[in-house]
């Protein structure tokens, strides 16, 4: 399902080699089953960055891995985008999941009055425009990055991490085929 690892040599020294995988999802289906592979491999800490341009599925991508982990739990939620809260918080059953949409965030401090840098060492976190948390992007997130493609409803997804943990967590999502 996945491409080829790809290692990039990084420019500062961060614990391990930054290992990227590609898919391109042809359809929100194919990115709904990535992002159902996705959350079932994540646990309390695990941090996801969510990049890409407006439309281009970051929420459809945390909707789906939502509902597959509440699904698991035997349970169904509307998941809405945080556009106005800023944040929404799932309990996992043991977890709590934080699914936040920082693109009104006026300057990275906020991040701290919604706790969101405590949510970072117990909780899974799903963040959207991730950039406007600055210096409090914790090193250790999976970035992903969805890019349009040609066609309407192609996105091409790349997903890249730099630590043992984050390199698990690529292995589990490409250990097995959702296209
Ligand atoms: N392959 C695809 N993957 C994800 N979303 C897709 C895809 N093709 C079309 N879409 C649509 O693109 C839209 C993405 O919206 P949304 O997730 O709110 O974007 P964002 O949160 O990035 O601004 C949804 O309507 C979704 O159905
Ligand atoms: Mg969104």
Redesign the pocket.
Known sequence: MCNTPNQIQPQTQPRTQTQCRTVT????D??ARLAARLGRALVGGDLILLH?P????????ARALIQARLADLGRYEDVP?PTFTLVQIYDLGGVDLWHADLYRLTDPHECLELGLDHAFESAICLI?WPDRLGEYAPKTAVSLH?RPGDQE???HLEFCASTERGHDILTALCDGDVT
Do not use: M
């Open positions: 999802a042809p359809d929100p194919t990115t890409g407006v439309g281009a599925g970051k929420s459809h991508f985008s959207e969805i409803d192609t996105r």
